[in-house]
Every structure is written in structure tokens, then in C-alpha cells.
């Protein structure tokens, strides 16, 4: 702590501000009645003061108008309204702008022939004057649309397109970069989420903004600092910012913008390669650490890194959220990051104090060969978790619906579920698992009150590292590759995982043809990243493999790209903790919903979210896994889908109280838009489907009350 103190008095010094400056008299209360920017607003507050729709009369809600997307399949987008439009993103990246009171296609923008997999979570809106544009991604690259008709604009980079690798170093030009969220728009610049490979010869995450304009990078910002940056001495390997081995260290969330104060608030991820960490040994800033930089130049104001060195992949899922929270009578601006963990951290905005004492708490050591675990790990005092911890879970927590409890139990005696426990040969209860207890659709607030509303999923996994063989080397190189890329989702037989989100590659010439197979490896899919760094001869000997193809002779190990150094330990792939029926191995509740007062660190409400409809009449209530966040109002509603039952769901606000309820047509993972156009007030939502298991969808449908 004494670190962020002096961090408090150079900015002290500086003139960036104080608590005691903040304590002056707040300034007038905003309205939030618009939502031209991805959730909501600059803060990412999820939160609209619009008030049409009440407690009294939410029950009446109606379909206003449905649009039917020719792509089917997960939309994890938050559209955005601007005056009469309302923009939005279908499941193959295709950019649409429909009338905002009736769902009526105005424009389309996409490849007509090139299916794209990848996900996206909506588009960022800028104007000036008459120049009004819609700033999009798609593969490696940044378009600027006019927001009128949907053509590019030829001015911005190259005919409307900026290369998102353009800046950042000559080695990542080949290398997997794309960007899920949308980026964060200030002034005349756009601040570009990314995100990369995970593992060895990952891209690296520097943070940079560009001219909305012209395209030209304006700053950036290294996420890995270069010799004479702070924070380059955190890596044991002073070379780790060129290294063609290290990487990550990206925003891949989004972040948020305090547009007085002129700052930008930057959620890390962890550094690639995930898991085993001895090819980056050290503390490893700035991964995993929440950012303040001037908004206008990339300068650091301050940070704090939520995990050292991270083996487990606890990057901050979501864009921080900025409120209000009162100390001594007085509202002081406030920046919350909720995290996978399911811990909330809350700093001052303007110095990186905590409003909470945060414990640097001894964690174990690691047992693998070459890793170091960072010995302490920091753990907020308050609020408590809003999740279940691996190390309080007793074998009365296996699941009561389980019909095979004896194997489950067998199997959460022998695995190590301490807190922090290092990835080992030996299994770790992972609890909140990979995907975290917040996941990407993130918190809610109502910026004014100072409360946060943070949907969570109790999902186990198992984390397991396997010693590192060599990736199969002077065997047939498609084999090879395979071992090398593909392993450690869909498993050494191909079989994947189907109950973690992993699909069998067997038999996939009756599924799909090369060229299909060929742009998911390139681009990826989904949250599968892609692999365009393969050469010509990898990809060929890769297809040959999955469509077995390939001529089992022996392929001399020089055939095999040597360009980085092997891991001595490879990560054995995601596998949740299920009985045997493919439910969670724990007992319920499996996904909850939660109210915490940051003023105090309290907690108003907490409840199950969602239903198990497997489980009948006994699976009301039990909770489900969830992806998506929700819209607060300032007049007591909260409104969310996001489960896997396919629910679109309004609670009180006070109390967590189940208003409404609406079985969409495919579940809604995603983020709802609140908007109102002509004095009626709308909500809208993705309907994709297809994540967890679930049916595929392609609407996107807006709700209102009945004329």
C-alpha cells in the first residue's frame, strides 16, 4: 500500500487531483437517457434514467419489433442507438443499421461471401458536425463507416481501413490480432481493445489510439515496457518486449473514459503464454493491471495489477465501471473492476487509492520445473467475493443432483483446491473457473448511488498441466501442427470436450470443406483464436490431418517450425468439473446475481439466476452458467437474459425481486440497449443462442410497452 500512497502524492504534486479535491461539492446529476456508446455511456454504467417503463406496468410488456438477421449463431453485441438508428453486429460480423422504432434493415456492411466466425460485442459511433461514422472491426482490421449509409470512408487509413498491427512492432505482422469489443471513442481519437493469442508467440497488447479522422496512430502505450519504461524491471527477461516467444498483456475487454477528467481506465489480460510461466518469470507489469493513462497522450497516471505473474488466466473480464461512491458524506468519483476471481476492487478515479484495504496474502508455491509463482497475491478486505472460493467448498458441496457422487467425490479429494493453487501435473478444482465468476458481459451501476450489480457464474473446472513431449516433432507434420495448435481444446484423440465448449474434430470432411476449415484456423472462431502465422505447408499438412488425409510416414523435425522455444509443460486443456449428465459437479446455485454497496462494502441482495431445465420442477431456482450483462434504471429495474434457460428477465432493483419474464426465441448472450425514440421507451437484445449447447438464433428483438 505504501506504493499507491506516493503514487497519490506525486499525482499530488502533479495536479491530477486528490481526495480532498474530490470531496468539493459534486457536480450536477447527468441524465442518461441515450445509448450511442457501448453500454451506455462512456462509464460503462449499463444505466438509463429513461422511466417510461416502471415496477407497475414492466409486466405488460410487448414485442415492438423483431429483425432476422440472415447469419445464425452467438451475437454477443450491446447495439447502440443514435437518433433514429440503431447499429448492431449478426453473428458473421456483419454490420447493421435498422431503424430504431420498427427494426427495418436501412444498411448493411459485410462480405457477402466470406463468412466470418469470430464474435463481436457491437461498434463505437463518432461525429462532427455532419461527418457521423460507425467504427467497426473485422479480422486484423479497423473500418470507418459513414454512419448514414454504411460505405466506408475512403479517407480513414487505407479506402476506409486501418490495420490494427500498423502499430505495433514489425514482428507482429503476421501474428493473430483482432479486436472483440468496441473501441472506446475520445475526441477525435479511438482507443482500440485487442485481442491476441494466448499462447507462446503471442502478439503483444500494447494499447493504442487512433484518429477517428485519418486513421494515424496517435499514442500507444506498452503493456510490456521497453528498457527505461516503469515497470520494465517486473521481467525477469529484460528482452521480454521484443521476445518472439513472450507476449499479451492486451485489453481485450473494453475499457472506460472519464471525459472531464480525461482519462482512460485500461483492464489488462494476462501475459501469453497462459499457464506456465517460466519463459516470463517475474512480477510481469502491466498484465493483469487496471490503467490510468491521460486519455489524450497514453501517459500512465496510475495502476494497480489485480494478479501477479498470472498462471491461471485471471485477466479483468470486463470494462471497469465509473460511479460515485460517498466517504464521510461526501460523493467522490469512483473507478470498480469486478474480476473472475469474483473479487470487486474500488479506487479513488483520479489517484488509484482503494477505498478498501487490499491484503497481500502468501499463496503457494509452484511445484513445475523453471516456474516461479509470485509468493503473495493481492485480495481485497472488502466487499467479500461474490462467488464461491475452491478452498471453501467440502465435499458436501458435491452436487445433490449428481448420480454419480462417488466419482465426483473421488475426483475433488485428489485435486488441490487452495487458494492460488499453481497449475501442477496434478489437478486444481479451478472455483470461480477459466471464464470467471464476472465474465465479459460485466457489472452494472447506477452511477449517482454507488450500487454495483454483478451477474456471476459457479462454474468448476479442472486445471492440469502434462510435461511437454516436444508437440509431437518427427512425426507427419499435420499431426504435428495439431499437437502444437490444436491439442489443447479438442484433445490428443480429436474428441474434444463437448460439455466444456470444445467440438469433436472426428469426422469433419461430413461437416465442413477445406476452405471452411481453412478461415476458422486462420481467423478463428468464436473464442478460438486464429492461427495466420501457419505457413502454406503447416496449413495443407493441418487440413490433410483433420480429413485424414495424411500419409503416415515420417516427416524429418526440421519440417517443423523451431521459432520459439518449447514449453516444458503444456496446458492439458479446459474441462469442467461435470457429473455425469453434463451438470455442474457442485451444488447449486450456479449462477447468481448480486447488489453491492460500494459506499460500505456490503452486500443489499444476492440470488440464484436462472433455471436448470433439465432438472424439472427440482431445477427452479438452481441457477445457470450466464454470458451477458444487464441494464439498471434509475426508477428500480434491472433488466437481463444472459442465461442458458433463454429467459429475458426484469428484478427489482431493490431487492432482487422477479418482475417479468420472457422466453426469447434462442437465449441472449449479450447486453440489452435501452433507448427511447418518438417518447416511446425500447429495450433491445441479441438472441443468438448457441453457446453452452444451446439452439441457434438470429434475431435481435426490442420490447415496449403496448400503445
Known amino acids: 500500500m505504501k506504493s499507491l500512497k506516493i503514487i497519490g502524492l506525486l499525482l499530488l504534486i502533479l495536479g491530477i487531483g486528490s481526495c480532498e479535491e474530490n470531496k468539493k461539492e459534486a457536480p450536477a446529476q447527468k441524465e442518461y437517457t441515450t445509448w450511442s456508446s457501448y453500454l451506455g455511456d462512456a462509464g460503462r454504467t449499463h444505466f438509463s434514467t429513461l422511466s417510461q417503463i416502471t415496477k407497475e406496468n414492466v409486466a405488460s410488456l410487448k414485442v415492438a419489433w423483431t429483425y432476422e438477421s440472415e447469419d445464425w449463431g452467438q451475437m454477443q453485441m450491446n447495439p447502440i442507438v443514435v437518433d433514429s438508428m440503431l447499429y448492431g453486429v449478426t453473428a458473421a460480423l456483419r454490420v447493421v443499421a435498422l431503424h430504431a422504432g420498427t427494426g427495418e434493415e436501412i444498411w448493411q456492411f459485410g462480405d457477402s461471401v466470406k463468412v466470418w466466425h469470430s464474435t463481436s460485442r457491437g461498434v463505437s459511433y463518432w461525429s462532427k458536425g455532419e461527418d457521423k461514422r460507425i467504427l467497426c472491426t473485422r479480422g486484423a482490421f479497423l473500418f470507418a463507416l459513414d454512419a448514414l449509409t454504411g460505405k466506408p470512408i475512403p479517407t480513414f487509413g487505407s479506402g476506409g481501413k486501418v490495420d490494427l498491427r500498423s502499430g505495433m512492432p514489425k514482428s507482429a505482422e503476421n501474428k493473430f490480432v483482432i479486436s472483440n469489443a468496441p473501441g472506446t471513442v475520445f475526441k477525435d481519437l479511438i482507443v482500440m481493445p ?211 457422487k462417488e466419482v465426483l467425490a473421488s475426483k475433488f479429494k485428489s485435486a488441490n483446491k487452495s487458494q492460488y493453487a499453481p497449475p501442477n501435473t496434478e489437478p486444481v478444482l479451478l472455483l470461480p473457473g477459466y471464464d470467471g465468476a464476472a465474465e465479459w458481459g460485466g457489472a452494472s451501476a447506477d452511477p449517482e448511488d454507488g450500487i454495483l450489480y454483478v451477474n456471476s457464474n459457479e462454474m468448476a473446472w479442472i486445471l492440469l498441466m502434462n510435461k511437454n513431449t516436444g508437440d509431437g516433432t518427427g512425426g507427419p507434420l499435420g499431426e504435428a501442427t495439431y499437437q502444437k495448435y490444436c491439442v489443447t481444446c479438442h484433445q490428443p484423440d480429436r474428441k474434444g470436450y463437448a460439455a466444456s465448449g470444445f467440438p469433436s474434430l472426428l469426422d469433419l470432411q461430413l461437416r465442413k470443406n477445406k476452405n471452411e476449415v481453412a478461415e476458422i484456423i486462420t481467423n478463428g472462431k468464436g473464442m478460438m483464436t486464429g492461427f495466420p502465422q501457419l505457413s502454406k505447408e503447416e496449413m495443407e499438412a493441418l487440413l490433410a490431418f483433420l480429413f485424414d488425409e495424411e500419409i503416415k510416414h515420417s516427416v524429418a523435425s526440421e519440417n517443423v517450425p523451431q521459432d520459439t522455444v518449447q514449453e516444458r509443460y503444456k496446458h492439458a486443456g479446459y474441462t469442467k468439473f461435470l457429473d455425469s449428465k453434463g451438470l455442474p459437479g457442485i451444488s447449486p446455485p450456479w449462477g447468481t446475481m448480486h447488489a453491492i454497496d460500494l459506499n460500505t462494502g456490503n452486500f443489499k441482495w444476492s440470488i440464484p439466476f436462472g433455471n436448470t431445465p433439465e432438472l424439472g420442477e427440482e431445477g427452479i431456482g438452481t441457477g445457470t452458467e450466464n454470458y451477458g450483462g444487464a441494464v439498471v434504471t434509475k426508477n428500480g429495474l434491472l433488466f437481463i437474459a444472459a442465461t442458458r434457460d433463454g429467459y429475458f428477465r426484469v428484478f427489482d432493483k431493490e431487492n432482487g425481486g422477479l418482475l417479468w419474464e420472457y422466453e426469447l426465441p434462442a437465449p441472449a448472450f449479450a447486453t440489452p440497449a435501452m433507448y427511447a425514440f418518438k417518447g416511446k421507451q425500447y429495450i433491445a437484445i441479441a438472441c443468438g443462442g448457441e453457446k453452452l449447447g444451446t439452439k441457434k438464433g438470429n434475431k435481435i428483438i426490442a420490447f415496449a410497452l403496448p400503445e
Open 194 to 404: 485487442l485481442r491476441v493469442s494466448e499462447g507462446v508467440g503471442a502478439a503483444p497488447g500494447d494499447i493504442m489510439a487512433f484518429n477517428v479522422i485519418t486513421g494515424k496512430l496517435e499514442w500507444s502505450f506498452h503493456t510490456i515496457p521497453y528498457p527505461g519504461e516503469f515497470g520494465h524491471e517486473t521481467w525477469e527477461d529484460s528482452t521480454a518486449y521484443k521476445s518472439s516467444i513472450v507476449g499479451g498483456a492486451n485489453n481485450w475487454a473494453g475499457m472506460a473514459v472519464d471525459e472531464e477528467a480525461e482519462i482512460i481506465y485500461v483492464p489488462t489480460g494476462s501475459a501469453a503464454p497462459d499457464f506456465y510461466g517460466g519463459v516470463r518469470l517475474g512480477q510481469n507489469l502491466f498484465s493483469n493491471s487496471l490503467l490510468a493513462l491521460n486519455a489524450n497522450t497514453g501517459e500512465r497516471l496510475w495502476h494497480f495489477q489485480f494478479t501477479r505473474h498470472d498462471i491461471w488466466d485471471r485477466d479483468p473480464p470486463a470494462p471497469p465501471n465509473l460511479l460515485m461512491v460517498e466517504r464521510e458524506g461526501k460523493k467522490i468519483p469512483a473507478v470498480a473492476q469486478v474480476t473472475k476471481q469474483g473479487y470487486v476492487y474500488v479506487f479513488n478515479r483520479m489517484t488509484g487509492e482503494p477505498f478498501f484495504d487490499i491484503e497481500e496474502v502468501p499463496v503457494p508455491k509452484s511445484m513445475l520445473e523453471g516456474e516461479e509463482a509470485w509468493p503473495t497475491q493481492p485480495i481485497p478486505v472488502r466487499p467479500k467475493p461474490f462467488a464461491r472460493q475452491s478452498q471453501d467448498l467440502t465435499e458436501a458441496d458435491i452436487s445433490p443432483f449428481a448420480e454419480n
